[in-house]
């Protein structure tokens, strides 16, 4: 088959809300080969995103019965389909690549998939990303930052939107971002094992042995881990939550990418930006020391101790709140944005809404071609 097979995998894969572009390095293509043998790619040409049992794929298949199943659930192992299990038996779905089966692979990573998700990452960002008014993840503030405040919605109270009733298991998994950089030689200093899920994906994850799973309380030590580790929350983009990267600028794709815009703030859902209280600022730059996004630069009014007045970039701030709980002064806080992000109910409903936006973009281009 050679690359033909894997080239239709790449366009089936591409038909997903979240995209997968082509690059001109044919990265993509290299990844796919590392994840699928061909057999598994002919199969995964026959797997949509709605979820059918096994038998119900292996009857599209020209391949025995017994054998079709095997190699399904074979996959599903592997993290290349995602398995639902229920009372009645086990149903499969064909993920996204991003969030979804590369996140599964996160144990397969070695130095060439981390090199090749630079190309593949940076062709998201460029096709599936930019100016798209649905996006498949949100900022959510740390705790610290938005307490006590009356406006905060539950979803953007960090500690309210993953624990309660309905929200668990909750399971826990090394960060694939800060795994390409181990396998690249780079140092990482920060947690390793932040990758969050919830619910029906946590499952897959402890069944599949990609995470470990954790208990309400040992849930709640974890984000503060990572807000301690300076870590910034990155959910779901709805109200019920799937998964929640914890992200920063030395580490991660999306840190990467988001810093070429010069206005990363346009570039994400997020609720809030920072302000600094002129007056009460002493110059003392821990806040710019925490920034993951360099949105905290110095003016040129005098603060104490031959010191310069610090001020919120509004334009970079994507509104996570780590500055705040480390000023000294308290002059840091968080100011909602003109415009609230009009946020999905659900992991579905923004699957939709990223599909239809993708369609009336191709069918706008096909017009004025």
């Known amino acids: 088959m050679g690359d033909e097979i894997y080239t239709r995998l790449r366009e089936h894969i591409d038909s997903m809300p979240a995209g997968y572009p082509a690059t001109d390095s044919g ?13 598994q790619a002919q199969i995964a040409l026959s797997i949509g995103p ?4 096994a038998q119900a794929i292996a009857a599209r298949l020209d391949m025995d019965e017994k054998e079709a199943v095997t190699q399904i659930q074979t996959m599903a192992s592997q993290g290349s389909l995602f398995r639902i299990t229920t009372p009645d038996g086990a149903l499969f779905r064909h993920p996204n690549f991003i969030m979804g089966l590369y996140e599964w692979h996160v144990h397969a990573v070695d130095k060439e998939v981390a090199e090749l998700a ?10 599936h990303w930019k100016n798209r008014k649905t996006k ?3 900022v959510v503030p740390v705790g610290t930052s938005v ?9 953007d109270m960090i500690r309210d939107l993953v624990k309660g009733p309905g929200k668990g298991p909750y399971a826990v998994a090394p960060c694939i971002c800060r795994v390409e950089q181990i396998k690249k030689g780079n140092e990482v200093t920060r947690p390793l094992e932040t ?30 881990e990572c807000e301690a580790a300076n870590l910034v929350p990155f959910s779901t983009n709805s109200k019920e939550i799937v998964n929640m990267c914890m992200c920063d600028k030395d580490s991660c794709q999306l840190f ?19 302000a ?19 949105a905290i630069v110095q003016t040129d009014i005098p603060a104490a101790k031959k010191r310069f007045v610090q001020r919120v970039d509004t334009d970079r701030c994507i509104g996570c709140g780590l500055c705040v709980g480390t000023c000294p002064q308290n002059a840091i806080t968080m100011v909602e944005n003109a415009v609230f992000p009009d946020v999905p109910d659900n992991a579905i409903e923004m699957s939709v809404r990223m599909a239809k936006e993708r369609m009336a973009i191709a069918a706008a281009s096909k017009e004025m071609a």
């Open 27 to 39: 990265a993509e293509i290299k990844m796919l080969k590392k994840f699928y043998t061909p057999l």
């Open 50 to 53: 709605m979820p059918e049992t």
């Open 195 to 224: 990758c969050l899920t919830f619910g029906l994906v946590a499952q897959y994850y402890i069944e599949n042995g990609i995470g470990k799973p954790l208990t309400q309380d040992q849930l709640m030590e974890k984000i503060d």
């Open 276 to 294: 600094i209280d002129a007056d009460a600022c002493i110059g003392c730059k821990k806040c710019s020391k925490k920034c993951q996004i360099d």
């Open 147 to 155: 307490s006590g405040k009356d406006t905060v919605k539950s979803y």
């Open 118 to 127: 630079d190309d593949i990452y940076e062709g998201l960002f460029e096709h």
């Open 256 to 274: 990467r990418n988001l810093g070429k815009f010069p206005k990363p703030a346009q570039e994400v859902h997020a609720a809030f930006h920072a």
């Open 136 to 138: 498949q993840l949100r």
